[in-house]
Each structure stands twice: as structure tokens, then as C-alpha cells.
């Protein structure tokens, strides 16, 4: 079945670090990735959404790209702030219409002040 | 636009009871999602419906659990005979079936069975 592994479990980083989260997935299908992001006590809110048409997609100072090739895509921001302190998920559809999401197991970011 | 709406935001049972969680969509939307996440297993797709209708619901356990949409303004996701382990925050999420279709979830319900 379709999956989304997503290993970086905790990131810890200071104010204007750089940071990379990657995904990778498992399916038959060209899926359609996106990135959620979850404050305490909120449910996960959409950050960005890539395509095979598109590749990249860009928001709020965040940047994901889509590698077909390696079945990958990532997350990542130039400059990080404390206020991106959450929670990320990557997830993927089968397709680009109304249908399920499957999450990765989330990556904690913790940025100290 | 108040976004999707989950009643009620923190329900308590005890162990037997039955559990009905609300979601109303974002006006407009016509897809409605039902996802439950927990620290251990993550965030996981339980129910779809589509215009009202029942799409996909290999995610329900299948026992116990329930999911309706009466209406375009709501649905619900019974739970009957709660479980410790039913224990969970579960999410309702919204979407258009056309264009983009990107998922808007609710702030959730927190479901915790003594």
C-alpha cells in the first residue's frame, strides 16, 4: 500500500538556522504531495502543496520540492523564527482531486530562541 | 468564513458508552473527511464522503464505529461501547471535489475513555 516515511522525528534549530525536512514515499501512482503544520492544540493546517506538474511549491517563506526520481520531497525555510516552533507533516493523495490523505509521523521543530 | 467546526472540543466517556462527535464543513465544501491521530500511530484516514454520499471508509474500525452525513452541513462519527484505546483526537477535514481540493481541518475533538 501507499506510504510516507518520514524519519526526522524531533529538529532542533536557533533563530535563523536553515532547515530541511525530507519525506519519502511509496506508491504506484504519481501522487500529490503536501506539507501540513500543526500548532498545540489545533488541527493541522495546509502549508504548501506541490504537483508533478509543478514540482515546487512555495509559502509563508517555506519551499517544498518534488523529486519524482527519487521518490522524495522536502521542506524547507532559509531563515527560521521561533514563532515556526509546531509541528510538520508531509502527506500525500492518489490524486489531485478530493480524496484521502496519508500523513508521515510528523517532525517536531523546536527552534530556541 | 468560520472554517470547519468540531463539537464538542473535549469529550469524556467511560468505557461502554457511546461517543458522537460533530463536524460541520466550510460552506461550500462537498467533500468531508474524518482522520483520528494519536501519539502512536500518527495521524490516520478513517471515512470520506462525497456530496453527502459514502466514499471510502477502509480506515473505521469495523466494529463499534460509525460515520453519517445527513446533510451538506454536517456529519457525525459514532462510537458505541467506547475503549481506552479509542482514546484519540479525532479530525474532520473539508474540501472541494473540483480544483485544487486541498483538505481544511477543524481544530478537533480530544476523546478520552477512563
Known amino acids: 500500500g501507499d506510504s510516507v516515511t518520514q524519519k526526522q522525528g524531533q529538529v532542533t534549530l536557533s533563530e535563523d538556522d536553515f532547515l530541511f525536512i525530507n519525506c519519502t514515499y511509496s506508491?504506484?501512482?504519481?501522487?500529490?504531495l503536501f506539507w501540513y503544520v500543526q500548532y498545540p492544540g489545533q488541527g493541522p493546517q495546509l502549508l504548501l502543496k506541490v504537483t508533478t506538474a509543478n514540482n515546487k511549491g512555495i509559502s509563508r517563506g517555506f519551499e517544498a520540492t518534488y523529486d519524482k526520481g527519487t521518490t522524495s520531497f522536502h521542506l524547507q525555510k532559509a531563515s527560521v523564527q521561533e514563532s515556526d516552533s509546531a509541528v510538520y507533516f508531509c502527506?500525500?493523495?492518489?490524486?489531485?482531486?478530493?480524496?484521502?490523505?496519508?500523513f508521515g509521523k510528523g517532525t517536531q521543530l523546536i527552534i530556541q530562541p | 468564513n468560520a472554517g470547519v467546526i468540531q463539537t464538542p472540543r473535549h469529550k469524556v466517556t467511560g468505557k461502554g458508552q457511546e461517543a458522537t462527535l460533530w463536524c460541520e464543513p466550510i460552506?461550500?465544501?462537498?467533500?468531508v473527511f474524518w482522520y483520528r491521530q494519536t501519539i502512536v500511530q500518527g495521524l490516520e484516514f478513517l471515512t470520506y464522503f462525497r456530496n453527502q454520499a459514502p466514499i471510502d471508509d477502509s480506515g473505521m474500525p469495523k466494529e463499534r464505529f460509525s460515520a453519517q452525513m445527513p446533510n451538506q452541513s454536517h456529519s457525525t462519527l459514532k462510537i458505541q461501547s467506547t475503549q481506552p484505546q479509542d482514546s484519540a483526537v479525532y479530525l474532520c477535514a473539508s474540501s472541494f471535489t473540483t480544483g485544487g481540493c486541498e483538505q481544511y481541518f477543524g481544530p478537533g475533538t480530544r476523546l478520552t475513555v477512563l
Open positions: 506508491t504506484t501512482t504519481y501522487p500529490t
Open positions: 460552506s461550500g465544501h462537498s467533500a
Open positions: 502527506a500525500l493523495a492518489y490524486t489531485g482531486g478530493a480524496d484521502r490523505l496519508t
